[in-house]
Structure formats: C-alpha cells, structure tokens
C-alpha cells in the first residue's frame, strides 16, 4: 500500500469509483465504457475502468 503513496482519502475515493464490471458504469450500468478512466456518457459518473475480473490487485 505505502508504495502508491496514495493517502488514505485517495484511495477511499479511487475505490468507490473502481468498475466492478470490465467496461460497466459503477452507477448506471451503461456497458460501453472502452478508456481506463472515462466520465460515464449517459450519467457522467467518473469510472475507474479497471480489469478487476482476477480480484486480486486491489
Ligand atoms: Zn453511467
């Protein structure tokens, strides 16, 4: 973790906006989104747009 030097604020707010689903808005569930960080474009949710789908980086 100490590594990223991310605060702790940071990284609270990076994960709230991480993509459970690879190319999914966290909010609306549009399933477009093609850009690692991209404003939703039906919602304007900002979406970490992260391939999570191992679970084990995060
Ligand atoms: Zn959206």
Redesign the pocket.
């Known amino acids: 973790m100490d590594n990223f030097k991310l605060s702790h604020e940071d990284a609270k707010y990076i994960v709230a906006h991480i993509n459970r689903i690879y190319g999914q808005?966290?909010?609306?569930?549009?399933d477009s989104?093609n850009k690692e960080y991209v404003k939703?474009?039906?919602?304007?949710?900002l979406?970490f747009n992260w391939k999570t789908d191992n679970g084990t980086e995060i």
Do not use: E
């Open positions: 808005c966290n909010q609306c569930k549009f989104l939703c474009p039906k919602c304007g949710a979406n």
